[in-house]
T-cell receptor, first 113, second 114 residues
Framework: SQKIEQNSEALNIQEGKTATLTCNYTNYSPAYLQWYRQDPGRGPVFLLLIRENEKEKRKERLKVTFDTTLKQSLFHITASQPADSATYLCALVGAYNNNDMRFGAGTRLTVKP | EAQVTQNPRYLITVTGKKLTVTCSQNMNHEYMSWYRQDPGLGLRQIYYSMNVEVTDKGDVPEGYKVSRKEKRNFPLILESPSPNQTSLYFC?????????????FGNGTRLTVT
C-alpha cells in the first residue's frame, strides 16, 4: 500500500542550528512534492513545491531536496528561530492523477532559544 | 484578502443529527477539497471538486456528501454523523489541479459527535 512517512513526530533543536526534516514514501510515483507549515489551531500554509525532475529548491532560509531514487525528500531550515516552531507536512501529488495529493502525518519542530 | 472561510470553527453535535459545514473561497479557484485530520494519520482527503457540478471521492468519503453548485462554495454534509467522524476538518482550494498550484486551506472546523 502507499505510504508517506515523516521521520519523527517531534524534533527539538537549538536556535541557530539547521533543522532537517525527512519525508519518505513507498509504492508511490509522485510528480510533485510540496511542503506545508501548520501552526496550532490553523490550517496548513504552503511553503515550497519541487518537481520530480528538480533536485533542489530554495526559498530564503528554506531548502528542499527530492531524490526519486531514494524516494525521499529532505526539508531544511537554516539558522532556525523560535518562530519556526510548528508542524511541517509533506504532500505528494501523483504522477498519474494530479488530483491525488497525499499528506504525511507531519513533524512537530520546536526551536529552543 | 484572499482566503478560504469555513464555518463553524467548533461544532458539538449528537449522533444522527444532520449537519453542514460551509466552505467559501474568494480566489475564483476551480479546485476545492475537504480533508479530515486525525492524530497520527495526517490529512486524509474526503471529497474534491474540479469545478462546478464536478465532484469525486477521495480516500475516506463514507458518511459524507458534498455539492458544488457555485464556484466559490463547497459545503460538506454529514447526513447522520457518528462518533468516528469526530475530527478536525479542513477545506482547501487551488487554482487549477495540484500540479503547479499549492492548496489554500481554511482554518478548520473541529467537530465532536457524541
Amino acid at each position: 500500500s502507499q505510504k508517506i512517512e515523516q521521520n519523527s513526530e517531534a524534533l527539538n533543536i537549538q536556535e541557530g542550528k539547521t533543522a532537517t526534516l525527512t519525508c519518505n514514501y513507498t509504492n508511490y510515483s509522485p510528480a510533485y512534492l510540496q511542503w506545508y507549515r501548520q501552526d496550532p489551531g490553523r490550517g496548513p500554509v504552503f511553503l515550497l513545491l519541487i518537481r520530480e525532475n528538480e533536485k533542489e529548491k530554495r526559498k530564503e532560509r528554506l531548502k528542499v531536496t527530492f531524490d526519486t531514487t531514494l524516494k525521499q525528500s529532505l526539508f531544511h531550515i537554516t539558522a532556525s528561530q523560535p518562530a519556526d516552531s510548528a508542524t511541517y507536512l509533506c504532500a505528494l501529488v501523483g504522477a498519474y492523477n494530479n488530483n491525488d495529493m497525499r499528506f504525511g502525518a507531519g513533524t512537530r519542530l520546536t526551536v529552543k532559544p | 484578502e484572499a482566503q478560504v472561510t469555513q464555518n463553524p470553527r467548533y461544532l458539538i453535535t449528537v449522533t444522527g443529527k444532520k449537519l453542514t459545514v460551509t466552505c467559501s473561497q474568494n480566489m475564483n479557484h476551480e479546485y476545492m477539497s475537504w480533508y479530515r485530520q486525525d492524530p497520527g494519520l495526517g490529512l486524509r482527503q474526503i471529497y474534491y471538486s474540479m469545478n462546478v457540478e464536478v465532484t469525486d471521492k477521495g480516500d475516506v468519503p463514507e458518511g459524507y456528501k458534498v455539492s458544488r453548485k457555485e464556484k466559490r462554495n463547497f459545503p460538506l454534509i454529514l447526513e447522520s454523523p457518528s462518533p468516528n467522524q469526530t475530527s478536525l476538518y479542513f477545506c482547501a482550494s487551488s487554482s487549477a489541479g495540484l500540479n503547479n498550484s499549492p492548496l489554500h486551506f481554511g482554518n478548520g472546523t473541529r467537530l465532536t459527535v457524541t
